[in-house]
């Protein structure tokens, strides 16, 4: 819980700022100015994190999501992870000029082989027809 509003005291250490990148301007407002209770399930609905689970079970949570990560193409999670990480550190414009600079290094220098797959990907992902859930 955040309780300077609640103790009058202005926060120093980067909270007013940090908070309303991680969970958005208007639910920082709300959990700054409201000095409300942080309960699990008050942080997973405002996206402090990515899951809540049971006691005893993040291992398992953290080993499933570790699992999903590692069964994709490892160049690209680092590439992904590396260009998301450095993107928060600018603003949105300078951001998405970083990733269209990125993107454009690496198609660059794709192979053929590697061009031909991606064609591939992408022309058998509009032939698909969605699953219907009626």
Same mark, same amino acid.
């Given at each position: 819980? #955040?309780?300077?509003?609640? $103790?009058?005291? $202005? /926060?120093?250490?980067? =909270?007013?700022?940090k908070?309303?990148?991680?969970?958005? &301007?208007? !639910? &920082?407002?709300?959990?700054? =100015?409201?000095?409300? /209770?942080?309960?699990? #399930?008050?942080?997973?609905?405002?996206?402090?994190?990515?899951?809540?689970? +049971?006691e005893g079970e993040a291992l398992k949570k953290a080993r499933e999501i570790a699992e999903a990560?590692? !069964?994709? +193409?490892?160049?690209m999670v680092l590439r992904i992870k590396s260009v998301i990480n450095d993107g928060l550190k600018l603003d949105l414009g300078?951001? =998405?000029?970083?990733?269209? +600079?990125r993107a454009h290094a690496y198609y660059s220098g794709m192979t053929k082989e590697q061009f031909r797959k991606m064609q591939e990907f992408i022309a058998g992902r509009g032939s698909k027809k969605p699953s219907s859930k009626l």
């Open positions: 819980m #955040d309780t300077h509003a609640r $103790f009058g005291i $202005f /926060p120093s250490w980067g =909270l007013s700022q908070l309303s990148r991680i969970i958005g &301007a208007n !639910k &920082a407002r709300e959990v700054s =100015l409201t000095s409300m /209770p942080l309960t699990a #399930d008050v942080a997973g609905k405002l996206g402090f994190v990515n899951h809540v689970v +049971e990560i590692i !069964k994709n +193409e490892q160049g300078h951001a =998405l000029t970083l990733e269209k +600079e």
